[in-house]
């Protein structure tokens, strides 16, 4: 399954890249304002001056449909990411190794951000995801599918906030920004 998403900011692209990826390649924490996140740890960061290469593990929690809660508990919820922030291209590629069923679980993506003129940057965001679980694996995939979006779509307007309006995520100004 492909999910994608385009997100759009009133912004130039520095301002952008600045304010979302250059802050959350220092401190992926900032992550957990989004929805059903509830942990966030940096296990490696290496920085090489055009691209950030970042290990992270996170938990989530969620609701887990009564008709696989006997194949996912919450401790299920946890996974590793490997990603690396690409300053000159602009992009943040991932791949996802989940703690349970590594060999039936396929999950990677790619973010771009793009300038769409003077003052918009477009934010453009595909993830692949495969579940090869007899069965449930369909189901299971559709549902981390429709969760993703929601967080996503969540995490804009948060991020929107951040970006336009020159907040940090716990709503505080940024340094330098009006109202600082």
């Keep these: ?11 130039p692209i520095d301002t952008v890249t600045e304010s979302l990826m250059e802050r959350f390649v220092q401190d992926p924490a900032v992550m957990l304002n989004t929805p ?3 942990g966030c740890r940096m296990l490696e960061r290496r920085d090489n001056g ?4 970042l290990t992270v593990q996170y938990s989530a929690y969620s609701q887990i449909p009564k008709m696989v809660q006997h194949l996912l508990t919450p401790e299920m919820l946890t996974w590793i990411s490997r990603g690396v922030w690409n ?3 602009r ?3 991932f791949d996802v190794e989940t703690a349970y069923f590594t060999k039936q679980v ?3 993506g790619v973010q771009q951000f793009v300038a769409a003129g003077n003052d918009k940057t477009l934010q453009k965001m595909e993830m692949k995801l495969r ?3 007899p069965l449930f694996g369909p189901f299971i995939e559709k549902e981390i599918a429709r969760l993703f979006v929601a967080n996503l779509d969540a995490g804009y307007q948060i991020a929107r906030k951040i970006v336009e309006d020159g907040l940090l995520p716990d709503m505080q100004p940024m340094p330098g920004a009006s109202g600082a």
Excluded: G, H, P
Aim: aromatic share 10%; hydrophobic share 35%.
């Design 50 to 53: 055009d691209t950030v290469a």
């Design 91 to 93: 992009t943040y590629s």
């Design 36 to 38: 059903d996140l509830k």
């Design 87 to 89: 300053r000159a291209k």
């Design 106 to 108: 396929s999950c990677r």
């Design 1 to 11: 399954m492909i999910v994608r998403r385009t997100y759009e900011f009133q912004a």
């Design 131 to 133: 579940i090869s679980i």
